[in-house]
């Protein structure tokens, strides 16, 4: 019986080990391979990274290392088959083997310290490989050949090409997109078989998986295989851009593009976009919420390259401390570094009992990005549609104070902020899960609890902005800008028209629910039709209303002491105050807890949201503690 490969201590604390894959004439031969120790930056650190996933937490496969048994997981023995060659040796870093995964206390502290170096590690190969797997059978040839031939096409318009080649190349998309994948999607189908195949491509597990964020962040080549076929990162990117997969809710499209636009921030800090690396940095915090990884604290250490690049200061990973602790120190290190409470625009807070702070994201069960065309779950995308920096804040553009986050005990958070006013008055409806928000007949109780919501609009007699205080109720219940139909604002008869419906004030069909279809009036006598046509057209307004509402499903209306009307998440309650906090450009909803505020929610309040409530001299801020 072969002996168990035992991993030597690493004599220096800037070296790594490789592992060199032994050539075979045979595909089917045993897998042998040796390891040794390197120099992270010496001429002898020749090798490529692997990227993939484990599969399995422990290894269950043999090879043959130095003589001796390793044991690996199937994947990572699929990939060593592929990545063989037939007659030289080559030079990999693959995680699971290089790094010591064993229980001791020497193995543990090896393990944080190549954590620690695993971007350097990836930005020092000779190229980075994407594993994702045998792949199905004939698929991925046909994928990546189809990926290729939109990206050819895509770069002619990226590189400026003479207009005369752009003429051709577009003639000859069609044709060419044909020939690589014969019956595939082509250039603007996104429905059917083969473009299902292209997204089972994206539901990939290597696409949701947190340390891959960080291990395509390299200056070489970085080549995503799939079984024998291969396609360079970029083109895949590109042609997945091209193909439409990103438009489409189920796939992991948005975790592509986000992967490659952080690493080309990374790589190439001075062309990027202060902008655009905010929005980018709140996409990541959100993504954190899908990333997984094998244990809970890969969360963070599986980013911690990424967020050593962005100026995060954070102390090397140490997978012995509480998880807690690591959550709520990467949070305070982005409010230190950004000066902005962004952070809270992430998730919804967790609850109590889990024992992390209000202002710490959930990124253990919160959700983040809500599904298109579906009643919203997260509690932030009503009120923060884009992750863009909005020129439009409601504190004015104020910054944190980077001393006051660091100064602050355990689980507490230092800001200052300006009192709007307490919850007077609140109505939500029952928790409503993600449903598309034109099917009605699942709203029904939403929409009694609409009918609330316009009688509390209507007996308020004035608005504290001076404006008419409906419209300032009915422009607080549909604020989601981003979510328009057909991108145009909601004209004020068609939410008076709504209004009256609901209220009962004008009915535009008799013993008509507003979940009901519509009829054809097709077989009406003439001089019914008229009438009738009016009647359809109203109920087909307020319907189209009441469908936009339908987003807010899961959010409260509310009513403040002084007269201002609001809207946040269902989860606030009667007497929690509105306030406005430096850094946000939200005003939010808090909590009195524990000597401090817990934050409820994010919210808006109709009159507040440019900054007109913010005061001129912000040394009249109150001091507050966030819990």
């Not at 692997?50 to 994947?75: E, F, K, M, Q």
């Not at 939109?150 to 998309?173: E, H, Q, S, T």
């Not at 997978?319 to 982005?334: H, K, S």
Request: aromatic fraction near 10%.
């Amino acid at each position: 019986m072969a002996r168990v490969y035992q991993h030597e201590p690493l004599l220096s604390t800037s070296s790594i080990r490789v592992l060199d894959l032994l050539p075979s004439l045979s595909r089917q031969a045993p897998i042998r391979c040796s390891i040794r120790e390197v120099e992270l930056d010496s001429p002898h650190a020749r090798y490529e990274a692997l990227s993939y996933v484990w599969g399995a937490r422990h290894g269950t496969c043999p090879i043959t290392c130095s003589n001796r048994d390793l044991l690996v997981t199937p994947n990572c023995l699929a990939a060593l088959f592929q990545l063989r060659r037939p007659l030289e040796t080559r030079t990999l870093w693959i995680d699971a083997i290089c790094i010591d995964q064993g229980t001791d206390a020497a193995a543990t502290a090896e393990r944080n310290r190549q954590v620690a170096m695993m971007g350097e590690v990836y930005r020092s190969a000779r190229g980075v490989i994407i594993w994702l797997g045998p792949g199905k059978e004939g698929h991925a040839p046909q994928i990546f050949r189809y990926l290729k031939a939109l990206g050819i096409f895509r770069n002619l318009d990226a590189m400026n090409a003479p207009r005369f080649v752009r003429r051709i190349g577009k003639r000859a998309w069609a044709y060419v997109v044909e020939m690589a994948w014969p019956g595939g999607p082509g250039v603007s189908r996104t429905k059917g078989p083969a473009f299902a195949n292209l997204l089972d491509l994206l539901a990939n597990e290597w696409f949701s998986r947190t340390w891959t964020m960080q291990e395509i962040i390299t200056p070489c080549r970085c080549t995503v295989m799939c079984g024998a076929a291969a396609v360079d990162w970029n083109q895949f990117f590109v042609g997945m851009r091209g193909a439409g997969a990103s438009y489409h809710s189920s796939a992991n499209a948005l975790l592509v593009y986000l992967r490659g636009n952080i690493a080309a921030e990374v790589l190439d800090p001075p062309d990027s976009d202060d902008d655009y690396k905010n929005m980018h940095d709140i996409q990541l915090l959100k993504a954190m919420c899908r990333l997984r990884g094998a244990v809970p604290h890969d969360k963070v250490y599986g980013l911690y390259s990424i967020f050593i690049a962005r100026g995060l200061r954070l102390p090397y990973p140490d997978y012995g401390r509480p998880l807690i602790e690591v959550l709520e120190e990467t949070a305070r290190a982005y409010v230190q570094h950004k000066r902005k409470l962004d952070i809270l625009r992430i998730t919804l807070p967790s609850n109590e009992v889990t024992g992390l702070a209000s202002w710490v994201p959930d990124w253990l069960s919160g959700e983040s990005v809500g599904q298109l065309a579906c009643s919203d779950v997260t509690g932030t995308v009503m009120v923060c549609f884009s992750d863009f920096p909005s020129t439009v804040s409601a504190c004015r553009g104020a910054l944190t104070s980077a001393t006051d986050a660091a100064s602050q005990a355990s689980g507490r958070l230092a800001v200052r902020g300006k009192h709007v006013g307490s919850i007077k008055t609140i109505s939500a409806s029952a928790h409503a899960r993600a449903r598309p928000v034109e099917e009605l007949a699942y709203f029904r109780d939403f929409i009694l609890t609409c009918k609330e919501w316009c009688r509390m609009i209507s007996v308020a007699t004035s608005y504290p902005t001076g404006e008419d205080s409906v419209l300032a109720g009915l422009r607080t219940i549909t604020n989601h800008k981003g979510f328009f139909p057909n991108g145009k604002p909601l004209d004020s008869e068609s939410l008076l028209c709504w209004f009256r419906t609901l209220l009962g004030k004008d009915t535009p069909s008799e013993n008509r629910d507003l979940d009901e279809p519509l009829e054809p009036v097709d077989h009406l006598q003439p001089n019914r039709q008229n009438a009738t046509f009016k009647s359809i057209d109203k109920m087909a307004v307020v319907q189209k209303i009441q469908s936009y509402v339908n987003y807010k499903a899961n959010y409260s209306f509310f009513a403040l002491g002084n007269g201002y009307f609001g809207s946040a998440f269902r989860t606030c309650c009667k007497d929690d105050e509105a306030y406005l906090l430096a850094g946000l450009d939200v005003p939010c909803v808090l909590r009195r807890r524990d000597g401090g505020f817990r934050f409820v929610a994010l919210a808006y309040v109709h009159g507040a949201m440019e900054g007109q409530l913010w005061p001129g001299n912000e040394d009249d801020l109150e001091h507050l503690t966030l819990v």
